[in-house]
């Protein structure tokens, strides 16, 4: 199974930070992976798919990147809107898998 | 509008069975692969299973932890998708979702969760 190693699990920042979020998988997935917001009590909502495509109706400050193995999530601007909790997913091989998540805390 | 609503979740015994449906409506269920995702309580998610579309056989993938016990099915006239729990264990004490997707493609639209207790 691939494994994704996140970091970090647990990010204090403030309004107007930029965050990053880093999804390490364990071999390589071809670009196929997604990442996801949750807030408490919610469903996922899907942010960035194929590894730097931005979901429709998604905000621009939202980006993903990659170099190899190491996938990032990178907020430009934080909002009060986005404090919640951060996933990355593998969609090349089975049994697809997610990372250990990533919260992020208002400072 | 795109709707994903789940169904059929409670408290079951160990060794018990349940059923989870997931309606859909808003896009066209039968072009769509299909996903259950859960959640323990407190902890990150997890990726149960995925049934394809007829396409492609309706066939069907597993994660380990629940391969053999759970079934996953789907009704295209209807628009529902099916999970069916066999001899649960208190660790599938989660909230399942269910949610769309494709071949390499990211789960898209999400139902809002049902929740499952296995306790005795």
């Known amino acids: 199974d691939i494994q994704l190693t996140q970091s970090p699990s647990f990010l204090s920042a403030s309004v107007g930070d930029r965050v990053t979020i880093t999804c390490r998988a364990s071999?390589?997935?071809?670009?196929?992976l997604g990442w996801y917001q949750q807030k408490p009590g919610k469903a996922p909502k899907l942010l960035i798919y194929s590894a730097s495509t931005l979901q429709s109706g998604v905000p621009s400050r939202f980006s993903g990147s990659e170099s190899g193995t190491e996938f990032t999530l990178t907020v430009s601007s934080l909002q009060p809107e986005d404090f919640a909790t951060y996933y990355c997913?593998?969609?090349?091989?089975?049994?697809?898998?997610f990372g250990g998540g990533t919260k992020v805390e208002i400072k | 509008e795109v709707q994903l609503v789940e169904s059929g979740g409670g408290l079951v015994q160990p060794g018990g069975s349940l059923r989870l449906s997931c309606a859909v409506s808003?896009?066209?269920?039968?072009?769509?692969?299909m996903d259950w995702v859960r959640q323990a309580p407190g902890k990150g998610l997890e990726w149960v299973g995925r049934i394809r579309k007829k396409a492609n056989s309706y066939s069907t993938e597993y994660v380990a932890s629940v391969k053999g016990r759970f079934t996953i099915s789907r009704d295209d006239s209807r628009n529902l998708l099916y999970l069916q729990m066999n001899s649960l264990e208190t660790e599938d004490t989660a909230v399942y979702f269910c949610?769309?997707?494709?071949?390499?493609?990211?789960?898209?639209?999400w139902g809002q969760g049902t929740l499952v207790t296995v306790s005795s």
């Open positions: 808003g896009l066209s269920f039968s072009d769509h692969y």
């Open positions: 949610a769309t997707s494709g071949s390499y493609g990211p789960l898209v639209n």
């Open positions: 071999q390589g997935i071809n670009s196929n």
């Open positions: 997913q593998q969609l090349n091989s089975y049994p697809l898998t």
